[in-house]
Structures are given as C-alpha cells and as structure tokens.
C-alpha cells in the first residue's frame, strides 16, 4: 500500500515557475514508477511526465516537454515536478500517482494522490 501527498501548488503568473512534491508512505516507494496527471475543470484527467523507479527513463507530454522536468529521491520517498515558463493553459488540478510499471496511461496507476491546485495568471 502507497500514499500520496502533493504539495507545492499555488497561483503563480505566466512564465513564472512552480515545484511540486509527492510524499510517499510505505517502504516499497522506490519499486513504482512515479507519475503526474492533471485535470482542468470541464476536462478529462491527462498524462503530464513519468519516471521510472531508477530515473533512467522519463516521458512527457508534448505541450511540456522542455518546461517541466520529473525527478525522485527514492531516499526521501519523493517524486518532484518543476514546472517552468508557466502557461495559463497549465492551470489544473495535478495528482502524482503510483503504477508497477513505466505508463502513460491513468488507469494502470494503483495509487493516487489528493492532488494540488496550480492557478497560471496571464
């Protein structure tokens, strides 16, 4: 079992930057591969980076990619995403979750997080 905490998020103005973190419970944190969704009100939930357990690979979402970087520190149970040259079309609700295996797909993720808010300003 595996839980997640967010934080990090806040309102920010465009091109500003943002980190956020997620906090994992459990000792076997290092075993997942770690990822980011996001939602925006009226729209479907969408895949934003993944890292796997190692950090050796890491994918993004076009519209990202270049802006935001994935990392983790297995030591700390933490998976990070810097955000950078924030747009206001990245304003969302952004979750990490938990999966067996390096996805791009929500539904093969078993544990998510609450989420945390990020509100881009033009």
């Known amino acids: 079992q595996v839980q997640l905490v967010e934080s990090g998020g806040g309102l920010v103005q465009a091109g500003g930057s943002l980190r956020l973190s997620c906090q994992a419970s459990g000792r076997t944190f290092s075993r997942y591969a770690m990822g980011w969704f996001r939602q925006a009100p009226g729209k479907e939930r969408e895949f934003v980076a993944v890292i796997s357990w190692s950090s050796l690979s890491k994918y993004y979402e076009d519209s990202v990619k270049g802006r935001f970087s994935i990392s983790r520190d297995n030591a700390k149970n933490t998976v990070y995403l810097q955000m950078n040259s924030l747009k206001p079309e990245d304003t969302a609700l952004y979750y990490c979750?938990?999966?067996?295996?390096?996805?791009?797909?929500?539904?093969?993720?078993?544990?998510w997080g609450q989420g945390t808010q990020v509100t881009v300003s033009s």
């Open positions: 979750a938990a999966a067996n295996s390096v996805t791009i797909i929500g539904y093969e993720y078993d544990y």
